[in-house]
């Protein structure tokens, strides 16, 4: 069974070809390849925020600790 959204496409494309295949065809012939990946369900997720913020304060905390067991192993 397929899931809604594929389903939603399929229906979609069929009344498009439905109504004016030759136009259709000429959309379809006129796309690059990079307009074929896009249109094929990949999606480009914007940047989190809060997850750059976590591995940031991550990075910092992981640093301090090094310099800190490294300044008490010289003491």
Request: aromatic share 6%; hydrophobic share 40%; glycine share 4%.
């Amino acid at each position: 069974m397929s899931s809604p959204t594929n389903l939603t496409d399929s229906l979609t494309r069929l009344r498009e070809r439905k109504v004016n295949p030759a136009t259709v065809n000429r959309k379809l012939a006129g796309r690059t390849s990079s307009q074929r990946s896009q249109s094929s369900g990949e999606r480009q997720f914007a940047t989190d925020t809060f997850m750059v913020f976590a591995y940031t304060l991550l990075g910092v905390a992981t640093i301090c600790q090094l310099i800190l067991i490294v300044w008490l192993d010289i003491i």
